[in-house]
């Protein structure tokens, strides 16, 4: 990003003082390029599998002199760009962007000659020099580490327009999602910060639609909180660089937040084109021939009327969605996930934090969309919730846990896929169910599905029961 809404704070500038602080943390161990695989235990002894996929390039040696980039035997870029969206190329060695935590390369192993055929010339190891810094055989590797509490903060992913043919996504060069238009607009991104179409000439008229993928029955009914601020922010942005007529086609306006409101009168002021309406076609201008010049067909409900604007660019204002693998995250870290594909917080109003996993908490997009100060004040109350368990030094326990009672077990195992907890392990060398009172809430789901009545539940046992209802009677 450029610039944030709604101060218009260089993004960079906030962040990587914030990301060269976590590093230099003696109190903080970063792992980048690695993934969690596998979670065991309970809220004060959580073992955590970690991969650490291979860079091929070894951290503790590398200088972020980047001599193997220019060295590589592909003389100029040639792969598409993960982190420009696919506007821009690298090479198969690589730095992942400017200001990379930590400043080390990586080696594409799905492009690098060396490691798909074995039959390069190792021109990036002969400019490393004596520093052997880079490692071909490097392979990937499991760490485990014990923690007491965990934060999951994984975020979202952008929404796909192409499940939206009629926006012409894919179809039309001219048709941008708002974060490739975010790298344009960049002085580091593809384009050194000039906003070019695919013909390399600036556009002078700008359509940016709102809310695609977001308040839609046909995709995703949630509102994305963020894509009205990021798209007045955008046209802004637009409006200075290229001096184009920038028209937005929004539903409603939504400015929730300090200063939000006053950022979208402050855009409205300026001379953008505010059109209440949802787009219903974007097609090729049939008068301009092969120029590429679009035409974006919206309803105008506040003039009542049908209106075709022709545009030189369309810009989408993509919403947010869950990751692809949120259900394999919530496997892993034992979360539930709402209707939408969020990870579901154990309260929305007095526990928007935690899980129903003792321990485990949620912070940022991963639980729903929200703008950056929101996700910065929900990571501040996760670190404070997990602090606070560690300060504390123990767990309380509520007593109506449940027990198995191994001469009555059967070994059934029906009870173990039922425990929403995942409290429920089964002993090979004993054939028996047991049941780990620090994950058990006492749900009383397993006492009630044991076919054997071999699950009993602290303070609701059989004798328990029976004698209050003896008490009640005898009062009656």
């Known amino acids: 990003f450029d610039k944030t809404f709604p101060t218009l704070d260089c993004a960079a500038c906030v962040l990587t003082p914030k990301m060269s602080a976590v590093q230099a943390n003696e109190n903080v161990t970063l792992w980048t390029y690695s993934e969690v695989v596998k979670v065991d235990g309970y809220v004060g002894n959580y073992t955590v599998t970690v991969k650490r996929k291979p860079r091929y390039i070894i951290e503790d040696l590398c200088t972020g002199c980047l001599e193997c980039v220019e060295a590589c035997v592909y003389k100029a870029p040639k792969f598409a760009d993960e982190f420009n969206l696919g506007l821009g190329k690298r090479k198969p060695v690589y730095l992942p962007f400017p200001q990379a935590i930590p400043l080390v390369a990586v080696i594409d192993p799905e492009t690098c000659i060396e490691l798909k055929t ?23 590797e499991f760490k485990e580490i014990q923690v007491g509490t965990i934060i999951v903060a994984t975020g979202f992913r952008t929404f796909d327009p192409r499940r939206i043919p009629y926006y012409g996504y894919g179809a039309y060069p001219n048709v941008y999602t708002a974060l490739e238009v975010e790298r344009l607009i960049n002085a580091a991104g593809p384009t050194n910060g000039e906003v070019l179409l695919r013909n390399g000439k600036k556009p002078k008229t700008i359509g940016i639609i709102h809310c695609v993928g977001s308040r839609d029955e046909n995709t995703n009914r949630w509102c994305s909180r963020v894509c009205c601020l990021y798209s007045l922010n955008l046209a802004h942005l637009l409006q200075e660089r290229t001096d184009a007529e920038v028209y937005n086609f929004y539903i409603d306006i939504r400015t929730p937040g300090k ?32 120029g590429g010049k679009l035409i974006i067909q919206a309803e105008d409900t506040l003039m009542n009327r049908i209106r075709r604007v022709p545009v030189d660019m369309v810009v989408l204002s993509v919403g947010l969605e869950p990751h692809a693998d949120a259900q394999e995250v919530r496997r892993i870290f034992n979360m539930s996930c709402g209707t939408e594909g969020f990870f579901l917080e154990r309260h929305p109003k007095l526990a928007p934090v935690n899980t129903f996993t003792d321990g485990i908490f949620i912070a940022g997009c991963c639980q729903g969309p929200k703008d950056i100060p929101d996700s910065v004040a929900q990571a501040g109350a996760a670190a404070a919730e997990a602090m606070l368990l560690i300060d504390k030094g123990f767990i309380e326990q509520e007593p109506n846990t449940a027990f198995v009672m191994e001469e009555a077990c059967s070994g059934c195992k029906s009870c173990l896929p039922l425990c929403p907890y995942k409290a429920i392990t089964f002993l090979e060398d004993k054939q028996k169910a047991s049941i780990n009172e620090a994950l058990c809430k006492g749900c009383g789901t397993c006492v009630a599905s044991c076919p054997s009545g071999s699950i009993v539940q602290n303070l609701f046992e059989d004798q328990e029961i029976f004698s209050e209802i003896e008490g009640v009677l005898a009062v009656a």
């Open 118 to 140: 074995g039959k390069c010339k190792k021109t990036c190891v002969e400019a490393c020099g004596d520093r052997q810094a880079i490692d071909l055989q490097q392979k990937e």
């Open 259 to 290: 200063l939000m409101e006053e950022f979208y009168h402050r855009i409205a002021e300026e001379g953008i084109h505010l059109i209440r309406g949802k787009v219903a076609d974007v097609y090729p201008d049939p008068s301009d021939g092969a």
